[in-house]
């Protein structure tokens, strides 16, 4: 008799023992259905079975990110085996109405959070949510259940990372049995290396179990969990476990394992065999474990029967949560007024956060360089460190784990604010916004949301700046599903947009273009926490019959100058702010247009696929008369270090303005300013740094009629 079996009460084991074969009973009737074609994908946990002995020693204030074999541990935290069918036959009671492959489950009530295709994601995950509840009563942990496959993901490498340098209380659970479908793991991962078995992995010590010995299983996770409980750290374990099916049932492993492999594992790597003659020599009945499978057979058989006859979905064509009227209204608009102290972009995007810190406690802040003394590459959170402690705070340099910890800790009850410093790495995070912070409330039918706010700072005209740190991006965000997408170019638009963002609870994608942080001439009164936007809706910065020119971000102060340009000469142009990039305001733009029966899109991202793009066709879609339209971007190539050659690529004032008098059939000609008689000029002084706002004069060191040399 193995003498673990005395560790755990003889009920406990036997519940846990019908779990396992209710899993493998389970694939056993998805792979009868997929067979026959009646459902379409299957992931078999056979052979992973043994996971579930984790599950007695978790609590209800503990969180599971699971492995997608871990059927028998989800069955065993009390996801029903209707569930399971739901999620098969992709039913419109399933937890995802249908959105979900069958295997990746979700039940918030369970505390067991959305399975993902791309697997890894979980990691960072798991950390942010441990962050969140690292702290709260009964010294919650949080399972991050994991392939050997996944665990080459950078992502995963990054979830240790964090677990490791904020001491979270992880447990990392690895279910290696050896394959990543195909590809044979041995030897490739960071615990199995050419040289052997790694013992400790970011200082970590790697606990080895073999998860064909459910009971020796039973009594290594209650010693780890224990551990965890008291030290609130993290913890590594390597599940060997043999996979004793097919990868899914797309795959055949047949063509990559021999037949006497395959037989051997079935063999001795069956962890349902191994309790069944455990439980026997510890004095159960075997007639007591015979009836067992029959008995669930036949009740798994009827539930399967009932719920494919269960409705199907209806198709829905957006991913996002709804708006509150509120929040959807011009009416409850407000962006301050011109009286009194004003302030710029960059104070009214720091008071807005100071008051959402002060007056909700689930607010944090996380990002590189945003705690003080620095407070940010352009000094957005300068001071609020000291506010508030703890929660403005600096993240490591990697982008994919700023998102997904705050998408984790968004899952667990906190409002982070995550930064990005530049759009330019925005693409290094793209896998967490697409896959987690766009999906998840869609994917899980709102089960699970995660209000996060990505702050991005983007866009060129400043000298210092080049590729990688001067674009705008706003056409990959607006293309993700599920986020909304905003960039001010004003700071009362700055702060509604933003008060908005906390206010609607929805993943939402804030860029505000650093060269409009500190323009004087577009500020906005210090009652920030007043100030609303109506999300989707444009402003209208001025009234005009002949054309339409639309911009955001940096571009509306471009076509602000074309419009005054044309305007000396008796053309008048309506300017239109879009500001909110996803959802856009159509309505005003196309009753602009079709008003003035030219429209003119300006914007700084890439020529191609750019969000004038999509303006341009919707107008052209929905316009009950011709419209001339056009667009001035970025042509598709990169921001250019030289500034010169930046402003030449970039949009500006002078191919606004020529594109617009080409499309009223006028002509333009350029003239550069003559040197005035008294020989005065007037010099541009340009910062030392891309982050310079401004330049003061400090002393004079020439007088009047002296000559000036470099």
């Given amino acids: 008799m193995d003498k673990t079996a005395a560790i755990a009460p003889n009920a406990t084991l036997l519940r846990l023992y019908r779990s396992m074969v209710t899993a493998r009973e389970m694939d056993l009737i998805e792979e009868e259905y997929t067979g026959r074609g009646e459902a379409f994908f299957h992931v078999s946990g056979a052979g992973h079975e043994a996971s579930v002995m984790l599950q007695p020693h978790l609590t209800d204030d503990d969180w599971l990110h699971c492995h997608y074999r871990d059927k028998a541990l989800m069955l065993a935290r009390g996801i029903s085996p209707e569930m399971f069918f739901m999620s098969l036959f992709n039913k419109d009671g399933s937890h995802s109405r249908g959105r979900q492959m069958n295997a990746h489950m979700s039940s918030p009530e369970h505390k067991i959070l959305s399975l993902v295709g791309p697997v890894g994601n979980s990691a960072l995950q798991a950390a942010g949510v441990a962050e969140a509840v690292k702290g709260r009563d009964g010294q919650p942990i949080v399972l991050c259940g994991l392939g050997d496959g996944m665990t080459q993901q950078g992502e995963v490498l990054e ?194 956060l100071d008051s959402h810190l002060k007056n909700d406690e689930r607010v944090l802040l996380f990002g590189e360089d945003i705690e003080d003394p620095k407070g940010d590459v352009f000094g957005i959170t300068r001071g609020l460190t000291d506010s508030y402690p703890g929660r403005v705070v600096n993240s490591p340099l990697a982008e994919a784990s700023i998102v997904g910890v705050s998408v984790g800790q968004a899952l667990a009850g906190k409002r982070p604010v995550a930064f990005l410093q530049f759009a330019d790495f925005l693409p290094i995070a793209y896998n967490q916004v697409f896959a987690e912070l766009g999906s998840m409330y869609w994917r899980t039918d709102g089960g699970w949301q995660a209000p996060v706010i990505l702050m991005v ?120 702010d879009l500001r909110s990039i996803v959802p856009w305001d159509a309505d005003l733009i196309l009753a602009s247009a079709e008003k003035t029966g030219r429209l003119l899109v300006v914007h700084e991202d890439n020529h191609t696929a750019g969000m004038g793009a999509e303006v341009i066709a919707t107008v052209a879609e929905r316009a009950s008369r011709k419209i001339d339209a056009r667009r001035v971007t970025r042509g598709d190539t990169y921001v250019p270090c030289n500034f010169g050659n930046q402003l030449e690529v970039l949009p500006s004032y002078k191919r606004v303005l020529e594109t617009a008098v080409s499309m009223l059939r006028g002509t333009i000609s350029w003239k550069l300013p003559e040197d005035s008689a008294s020989g005065i000029r007037t010099v541009e002084a340009i910062g030392a740094s891309p982050s310079d706002e401004s330049v003061t004069v400090v002393a004079w060191h020439i007088k009047s009629g002296d000559q000036i040399e470099e």
């Fill in 159 to 352: 979830g240790i990372a964090h677990a490791v340098r904020d001491s979270l209380p992880v447990l990392f659970v690895v279910q290696d049995n050896a394959f990543a479908i195909s590809t044979k793991t041995k030897g490739r991962t960071f615990y199995s290396t050419p040289d052997g078995n790694a013992d400790g992995f970011y200082g970590v010590p790697i606990r080895r179990i073999d998860g064909r010995l459910p009971m020796a299983a039973y009594a290594a996770f209650g010693e780890i969990v224990a551990e965890m409980r008291k030290t609130r750290r993290p913890a590594i374990v390597v599940f060997e476990v043999d996979r004793l099916s097919n990868h899914t049932n797309a795959d055949d492993q047949r063509m990559y394992r021999t037949p006497e492999e395959i037989q051997q594992v079935r063999k001795t790597g069956d962890p349902i065999v191994i309790m069944r003659q455990q439980l026997i020599d510890a004095g159960t009945a075997p007639e007591e474990l015979d009836s067992i499978p029959e008995e669930v057979r036949a009740e798994l058989r009827e539930i399967a029967h009932r719920v494919q006859r269960t409705p199907e979905p209806q198709p829905v064509t957006t991913a996002i949560k709804p708006l509150a009227e509120r929040l959807s209204s011009a009416e409850y608009e407000y962006t301050g007024d011109a009286s009194g102290e004003q302030l710029t972009m960059l104070e009214a995007i720091r008071n807005v």
């Fill in 457 to 576: 700072t983007c866009g060129g005209y400043r000298p210092g700046l080049g590729p990688f740190h001067a674009s705008s991006m706003e056409g990959i965000a607006a293309h993700t599903p599920g986020v909304d997408v905003f960039m001010p170019s004003t700071a009362g638009d700055a702060a509604g947009l933003l008060n908005a963002a906390f206010e609607s609870e929805r993943p939402t994608i804030f860029f505000y273009p650093k060269n409009c942080l500190n323009d004087r001439s577009a500020t906005t009164s210090p009652d920030i926490a007043r100030q609303l936007v109506a999300i989707g809706s444009a402003r209208k910065v001025r009234e005009g019959k002949h054309i339409t020119i639309a911009g955001w971000g940096n571009t509306v102060r471009l076509c602000k100058q074309a419009a005054d340009s044309l305007e000396s000469v008796g053309v008048t142009a309506e300017v239109i």
